[in-house]
């Protein structure tokens, strides 16, 4: 029998395409649109194949199959994350409260120990928000273009990956974030720019060395130009001073 979905929206009934081997779109005239987890098939093995041979299936604990869709999981928890990314960066929610939960999400979906973002004021980089260090550190830990690792990135204007902060003389530990106690090891700082004028720059760094993939790095790109759109919509246009009129 077919099950029917109604829409939350208006409550007709959906129309479903199936989007990969673990999703189903459902869609309302209406314009309303959800993704579900698509319903399982079933699938029979010859019991005298080896386990081994039958990768890259995985068997549970029951000895039930399912195919390992490791790498499939992650691109949709990615696309995922940005969504909600995206609707906290268009929100009406304070700025601190949105950056703080972007570090909180980014470092979750990338397994990494520490996320922050710097914000720039006209003079510095400062500490707006992170995921990992000392939250005292925030609007206290500051820095000048070409201070850093972080402050070089912004310098000059491009992306800086360091597998080993160690072996590079351009890191600085802030007192404030209590860095020190991490022994953190590989950092990749993104520079968050609008032409050439500096906005921030977001961080991650973890406390083994780490090989970031393309995929990550990418994720960590579109997260800041996310984050600087959020901060330029934000940003307080000045009310033009109107002069009075001359009795």
């Not at 604990?61 to 928890?77: I, L, Q, W, Y």
């Not at 609707?87 to 980014?106: C, F, G, I, P, R």
Request: aromatic residues 8%.
């Amino acid at each position: 029998m077919e099950s029917i979905i109604r829409c939350r929206k208006c409550g007709k009934k959906m129309k479903t395409t199936r989007v990969d081997d673990y999703r189903i779109k459902a869609s309302c005239t209406c314009g309303y649109s959800e993704y579900r987890t698509a319903p399982a098939a079933t699938k029979a093995i010859n019991p005298h194949f080896s386990k081994e041979s039958l990768l890259p299936l995985v068997f549970d604990e029951s000895g039930k199959f399912f195919f390992e869709a490791v790498k499939a999981d992650r691109e949709r928890k990615e696309i995922i994350t940005l969504e909600e990314v995206s609707m906290l960066a268009s929100s009406d929610y304070n700025l601190d409260e949105v950056l703080q939960s972007v570090v909180e999400k980014t470092a979750k979906r990338l397994g990494v120990d520490i996320c922050s973002i710097y914000l720039w004021d006209g003079e510095h980089l400062v500490l707006r928000a992170t995921h990992g260090l000392a939250i005292e550190a925030i609007g206290k830990a500051r820095l000048k273009p070409g201070e850093g690792i972080t402050g070089s990135a912004v310098k000059e204007q491009k992306p800086l990956y360091i597998q080993d902060v160690s072996k590079d003389p351009r890191y600085r530990y802030f007192q404030e974030t209590r860095e020190e106690q991490y022994k953190i090891k590989t950092m990749y700082s993104y520079p968050m720019l609008s032409g050439t004028e500096p906005f921030g720059a977001l961080n991650v760094q973890t406390v083994v060395t780490k090989e970031f993939t393309g995929d990550e790095l990418s994720f960590v790109a579109v997260v800041a130009n996310i984050i600087l759109g959020a901060v330029k919509m934000r940003k307080v246009v000045p009310t033009p001073v109107v002069p009075t009129p001359k009795v």
